[in-house]
């Protein structure tokens, strides 16, 4: 079974990165995009678990270790 979690800031913390990828593409002629946030994927294979404790042991790993809570939020996918 894999896993995948999206980490993203949270709407109301300033994303100075997307900031800037916008100013690049702006500047390359991309004039349609109005908005850049800019995120971290991370990618889990677990093994011997149902899709329910899957989706518990990676939401508690997203919680636990790859997010601050302050900033940050996080999104959860299950691939059976």
Known sequence: MKARVYVTLKKSVL?????AILQAVS???FRDIKNVRQGKVFEME???????????EVER?????LTN??????????EE
């Open 69 to 78: 809570p302050v900033i940050e939020e996080f999104r959860c996918e299950i």
């Open 27 to 29: 500047g390359l002629g």
């Open 15 to 19: 994303d100075p990165q997307g900031q």
């Open 46 to 56: 677990l093994n011997g678990v149902s899709p329910e404790q899957a989706r518990q």
């Open 61 to 65: 790993v997203a919680r636990e270790v």
